[in-house]
């Protein structure tokens, strides 16, 4: 399971940096408008799977690290109690990516110093429980990005800006 969970880790990190890379190619004004996107804009979708990353990858399983990740405070404080990047972050697209790539780099440390994958764990939302091997929820949260950047690569595609940042074949 754990070569698993790196090589999704791995792709993922991946596909932020090249996901990132075409946003730079982009009007920032398009970025940030609400194209119709389940979470508004591109950039609002890309919030929202960091902040996942961030609350629920990091935070939740975080505590199944046989060592604790250096600096991951600062990380934690990134994000508002309302689940969102704090305005300057969100709104500077340099300071975007330097936090989406150090949750990235935590995120593959934290599967590298788990042990236990095979582990019950539970994960609660408003409204609902869900109950699962600690690798499963790992697995499905790292598929949840994929899902997500899959939305952000269509809603380019819509606007006519070139893209492919989703393909673990160019790894």
Not at 4 to 21: D, G, K, S, V
Not at 143 to 165: S, Y
Request: charged fraction near 20%.
């Amino acid at each position: 399971m754990k070569k698993t969970l790196l090589l999704q880790a791995q792709y993922n990190e991946f596909a932020n940096t090249n996901m990132f890379a075409t946003f730079k190619k982009c009007p920032k004004e398009v970025l940030y408008k609400d194209c119709g996107l389940h979470y508004g804009s591109i950039m609002q979708t890309a919030e929202h799977i960091l902040c996942g990353d961030i609350g629920i990858v990091l935070g939740h399983f975080g505590a199944f690290a046989s060592k604790k990740l250096e600096n991951i405070e600062e990380i934690f404080a990134s994000v508002t109690s309302e689940h969102k990047l704090q305005s300057t972050i969100y709104e500077d697209m340099v300071a975007f990516e330097a936090l989406r790539n150090k949750v990235d780099s935590k995120i593959i440390a934290l599967i590298e110093s788990i042990e236990d994958f095979e582990s019950i764990a539970t994960l609660s939302f408003p409204n609902v429980e869900f109950q699962k091997s600690r690798g499963f929820f790992i697995l499905a949260l790292l598929n949840h990005a994929t899902h997500h950047r899959g939305q952000i690569a269509g809603a380019l595609d819509m606007l006519k800006i070139e893209n492919d940042f989703n393909g673990m074949l160019g790894m």
